[in-house]
Antibody, heavy 124, light 107 residues
Framework: EVQLVQSGAEVQRPGSTVKISCKVSGFSFTDHYIHWVQQAPGKGLAWMGV????????IYAEKFQGRVTITADKSTDTVYMELNSLRSEDTAVYYC?????????????????WGQGTQVTVSS | DIQMTQSPSALSTSVGDRVTITCRASQSISNWLAWYQQKPGKAPNLLIYQSSSLESGVPSRFSVSGSGTEFTLTISSLLPDDFATYYC?????????FGQGTKLEIK
């Protein structure tokens, strides 16, 4: 059973960079995609990007392209999401989630399970 | 990008009521649709995948229908535990997108 445990809440200044971790356990060889999703206060869910844990290939949403970097450290079974040039609109809860699919490959994936979420507050 | 539109955005309803939530896609997504339930302060929880497959442990009072561009999630008889926000998500193509959510509130 896959379990995802995220790092704790962060408070960051505008213009800075935040790096959130997502510790993965229980992976099988078919469960190797980790996605990141943003949820701003009172808002819905916005997909940010995905990493293939096996080959480190990433896909990013255009909205976050250029500011987000997703990496994986296989030695510690941890995935990281780094967001730079922070602004107040980046204040949100960030979730990692495992991608599941009925077919192999990086496409056609729903999310299950999810990490518990990490609150990021951007404030001067 | 594929736009997902849910209706209604919020619904004031009572225990025992039957509730239907609609999710429309801006283009055909076949059956590449999931539904999630989210409670305050918690991560979303998977309810449905492949537009009609109930995740293990999801009660049978939840049912779904639809394919292509229009989908519905029905809760046959609301229990107190069902008052939450529900999101649909398309995973036909990147960027994956979600509906804006439907919040079920107690009347």
């Amino acid at each position: 059973e896959v379990q995802l445990v995220q790092s704790g809440a962060e408070v960051q200044r505008p213009g800075s960079t935040v790096k959130i971790s997502c510790k993965v356990s229980g992976f099988s060889f078919t469960d190797h995609y980790i996605h990141w999703v943003q949820q701003a206060p009172g808002k819905g869910l916005a997909w940010m990007g995905v990493i293939d844990y096996e080959d480190d290939e990433t896909i990013y949403a255009e909205k976050f392209q250029g500011r987000v970097t997703i990496t994986a450290d296989k030695s510690t079974d941890t995935v990281y999401m780094e967001l730079n040039s922070l602004r107040s609109e980046d204040t949100a809860v960030y979730y990692c989630a495992a991608g599941r699919s009925i077919i192999p490959g990086r496409s056609f994936q729903w999310f299950d399970p999810w990490g518990q979420g990490t609150q990021v507050t951007v404030s001067s | 990008d594929i736009q997902m539109t849910q209706s209604p955005s919020a619904l004031s309803t009572s225990v025992g009521d039957r509730v239907t939530i609609t999710c429309r896609a801006s283009q055909s997504i076949s059956n590449w649709l999931a539904w999630y339930q989210q409670k305050p302060g918690k991560a979303p929880n998977l309810l449905i995948y492949q537009s009609s497959s109930l995740e293990s442990g999801v009660p049978s009072r939840f049912s779904v229908s639809g394919s292509g561009t229009e989908f519905t999630l029905t809760i046959s008889s609301l229990l107190p535990d069902d008052f939450a926000t529900y999101y649909c998500q398309q995973y036909k193509s990147y960027p994956y997108t979600f509906g804006q959510g439907t919040k079920l509130e107690i009347k």
